[in-house]
Structure formats: structure tokens, C-alpha cells
């Protein structure tokens, strides 16, 4: 009877203690190739969200509200705000590289290079401004898509002791946009006035990259957030080597 039950305590002591979801494959830590497969496999498969991971939806990502504040020293100095926005597209993200992700999260990097066929923001919106030295006016329906979006992000972490084991804690995403093509969509423009609004949606189109470039600190800063806490919710629940092949 002793033997018996020494082999079930050790069968319990090899595996992990939270049941890793069996439909999430697992990597060897430093295996960058394989960790880069799965997180693409995830961001493709579980946008959703998946109870196991205590990952939450991504595609479509809803955003409470985005304020852009206005910067009277910039060219675009407009107070842009959106509400009860909606991010998709994140599903589509291919992970093209990873680094770091090693046996010992104290010491490792963590960093996620990828790439997203199209990435669209859209709802409510209401602008004041100016761009360059033309006047902006409007509230209503919004639409900015983005298309071939280059992503790196990099993750500054802690490891925090629990139980006896490692986890690991984000404390902060660096994260880096670089778009290939915007289209900007500002619906009711200067109170609804067609040739005023169409007009200014041409200047913000032919005008794309310079804008995007004024208003990416805000954006950056807004989803930045938002990958740190969807990210932490695997990293809060399982030790990080449990997140590993062993």
C-alpha cells in the first residue's frame, strides 16, 4: 500500500499542479521558434478567450474610451476623443520572432516581433482642433484601419514568489507601431457639412503618416496597457515553468 501511494504522489509531482489546458500546445523555454508558433496559434484559435488561461477576449477588443489630448506646440493640435471603441483584427497577427522566454525569468528578455494584415479602430469620436493650419470640427461615427501593421513589443517583467514557485508579472509593454497604410474616416464633420467634411478626409488620408505619427504616442500608450493586463492573466495563474515543457 505504501508503494501505491508514493507512485501516485510522485505522478502528481510531475505534472502541473493546475492542469495545463490540453488544447494550448507547450514549448521548451528558449525554444523562440516553437513559442512563436503557439502564441500565433493562440491569437488565431482563442480570441475569444479561454477560461484555462484566464486569457480574456482580444478580437474584438472593446476600449472604454481614448482621449488625445491637444497639444497646442504640435502641427496636428486637436482634442480627439472616442468611446466605447472597438479594436479587431488581432486575430490575424502572425508572431514572426520572439526572444528571450529562457528557463530563468529573472534574467531573460522577452520580447515579440509580428505583423497584422489589417487592424481597424472604430466608433463614436468627437474633435476640436486644428491640422496644420486648417480648422476640425466634428462628433459622430469614426473608422482608422491600418494595414500591413509591423508590432514589436517588448515586455519589462518581475518574478513574484508564490506559493514557493516563480511567477511572472508584467509591469510594463514598450510597444512600437509601424503601419504600411492608414485610412482615416471621420463621419459629421463640421456639423455634417459634406464638402467640408470629404475635403478634410481627403487632407487626413493624403496627410496619413504625418498625422499617425502626432497621435501614436496616445494610441501606443492606450493599447500598451491593454496588452499588459490581457498578458497577465496567464502569467498571474500559472508558475512560469509550468507554462513549459519540462
Excluded at 38 to 61: A, E, M, R, W, Y
Excluded at 174 to 202: Q, Y
Excluded at 226 to 245: E, H, M, R, W
Amino acid at each position: 500500500m505504501k508503494r501505491i501511494i508514493l507512485f501516485l504522489v510522485l505522478i502528481i509531482v510531475a505534472c502541473n499542479c493546475k492542469d495545463f489546458p490540453q488544447d494550448i500546445s507547450q514549448c521548451k523555454t528558449g525554444d523562440v521558434k516553437c513559442i512563436a508558433n503557439t502564441i500565433t496559434d493562440i491569437l488565431h484559435t482563442q480570441f475569444k478567450g479561454h477560461n484555462g488561461l484566464h486569457l480574456v477576449s482580444t478580437d474584438p477588443l472593446k476600449i472604454n474610451s481614448l482621449e488625445l489630448p491637444k497639444n497646442p506646440a504640435s502641427p496636428v493640435s486637436v482634442e480627439l476623443k472616442f468611446k466605447n471603441i472597438v479594436l479587431t483584427g488581432i486575430s490575424q497577427a502572425v508572431v514572426k520572432e520572439v526572444r528571450g522566454f529562457d528557463a530563468d525569468p529573472g534574467k531573460s528578455v522577452f520580447e515579440i516581433y509580428a505583423t497584422i494584415p489589417s487592424l481597424t479602430l472604430a466608433g463614436p469620436y468627437s474633435v476640436n482642433g486644428k491640422v496644420l493650419i486648417l480648422p476640425i470640427v466634428g462628433e459622430g461615427k469614426s473608422v482608422i484601419k491600418f494595414d500591413d501593421m509591423d508590432v514589436s513589443i517588448k515586455l519589462k517583467t518581475k518574478v513574484v514568489q508564490k506559493d514557493g514557485k516563480e511567477y511572472m508579472e508584467i509591469q510594463r509593454t514598450k510597444l512600437n507601431l509601424s503601419p504600411r497604410n492608414i485610412h482615416f474616416f471621420l463621419e459629421n464633420l463640421f456639423n455634417g457639412d459634406k464638402t467640408l467634411g470629404d475635403n478634410m478626409n481627403k487632407f487626413l488620408n493624403e496627410n496619413s503618416h504625418d498625422i499617425f505619427n502626432e497621435l501614436k504616442p496616445s494610441i501606443v500608450d492606450a493599447i500598451s496597457a491593454i496588452i499588459t493586463a490581457v498578458a497577465n492573466g496567464p502569467f498571474s495563474k500559472y508558475p512560469y515553468s509550468d507554462l513549459f515543457l519540462q
